[in-house]
């Protein structure tokens, strides 16, 4: 519902966007949709509060149990805060006639926080047991876990980082690896030193016979890498430079020249096309070619970003602007950039080893029924 809410508050024209529907009536339709949907959701709510009540209680607040009611509970507290960043404005224009503006600090003052706690729990649960984690053990659990990213904290800062943000975020991603790492550790060694299994076998059989447990893991390591990656956005670089032909500039470790222009025209479009000679370390690494393209009926041209991908970091490379003699580029250094679409296939293969049919549950179905 909020999904299509969100269409609906940028397609009907609420909020000014590029994707509008204009004077159509489209908008009063996603309303009535919405309206129908709240109505009937709510409905069956309430008439299935009995059986969505919940046979058990929480035994401990220190319990596995406990961290996916808190993980939970932050998830929404990041969704509202979306939500009401998204609605403030329009809300602020109904009651006061201004209309105020919410940006990106609001989004990154309250959301950041919030995100840094759920990979915190993202590290915590693996330590603590169902039902009930007595303090003395979950303590003697979390220090090796704890000492170690504390020490690569320091090491990350004599290296130069100072952001608080990102160290935490660091520090953080470190002490979530340790404890997921132990964790496998523990179950392969066991296995080998029970079954005398070799440590790849019984890392696969681990992860086989018990695919909820060691999947949802493998989705955790997802998450550090996806965090690793938005840590790197704290070490993005960004410059608009002016060249002639001819012309080089330096941006990093990059020198960038400019070769000139190209007009092309196809039967929707007329493009033009700056050729730029990327260098690394003085190593030329290619041809980038950003473009601005008019399409027949647009009084507005549209850009095409040139890109270039590494492991290491991402260069984008924008033709904002030209004429005869120059033309004006803004040229982005954003590292780690393909680590968060790793990150996803991680979690997408922790997925994936989750929903497999667990032989070991089936065995024990037949036997009950």
């Known amino acids: ?43 069956l709510l309430v008439f299935r509060l009995p059986d969505l009540k919940s046979r058990n209680r929480l035994d401990s607040l220190l319990s596995r149990e406990s961290s996916f009611l808190y993980n939970n509970l932050l998830v929404v507290g990041i969704a509202f805060t979306v939500l009401w960043g998204t609605l403030f404005p329009i809300i602020s224009e109904a009651v006061r006639g201004v209309k105020i503006t919410v940006g990106p600090p609001f989004f990154n003052a309250v959301i950041i926080p919030i995100a840094l706690a759920l990979l915190l729990l993202t590290g915590i649960c693996p330590l603590i047991a169902w039902r009930k984690t007595s303090v003395k053990k979950f303590l003697n659990k979390i220090i090796l876990p704890t000492v170690l990213p504390l020490i690569g904290t320091v090491i990350f800062f004599l290296a ?17 690896t340790i404890t997921l790492t132990l964790e496998f550790y523990t179950g392969v060694r066991t296995r080998h030193r029970m079954l005398s299994e070799n440590y790849a076998l019984a890392l696969w059989n681990l992860v086989a016979r018990n695919k909820r447990r060691y999947g949802g893991y493998i989705v955790h390591f997802g998450v550090v890498v996806a ?143």
Request: charged fraction near 20%.
């Open 160 to 176: 130069g980082i100072r952001s608080t943000y990102v160290l935490i975020a660091l520090t953080l991603c470190l002490f979530v």
């Open 1 to 43: 519902m909020l999904t299509i809410f969100g269409t609906f508050i940028t397609r009907s024209g609420i909020i000014a966007s590029v994707h509008s529907f204009g004077q159509s009536s489209l908008g009063y339709m996603f309303l009535a949709f919405l309206g129908l949907v709240l109505v009937v959701s709510l409905t």
């Open 227 to 369: 965090f690793l990656s938005i840590s790197g956005s704290a070490f993005n670089t960004e410059e608009q430079v002016n060249l002639k032909k001819g012309e080089t500039v330096d941006i990093k470790q990059y020198t960038i020249q400019y070769d000139g222009l190209s007009t092309y025209r196809t039967v929707n479009k007329e493009t033009v096309s700056a050729s730029l000679v990327v260098f690394e370390n003085g190593r030329r690494l290619g041809r980038m070619l950003p473009e601005k393209s008019l399409y027949k009926g647009q009084d507005q041209p549209t850009t095409d970003v040139a890109i270039r991908t590494s492991l290491k970091e991402d260069l984008y490379v924008i033709l904002a602007g030209y004429d005869e003699e120059s033309v004006t580029l803004k040229v982005l250094v954003n590292p780690l950039v393909v680590w968060l679409w790793i990150g996803g296939v991680i979690m997408g293969l922790g997925n994936f080893i989750v929903i497999l049919n667990d032989r070991r549950t089936k065995r024990q179905e037949v036997k009950v029924a």
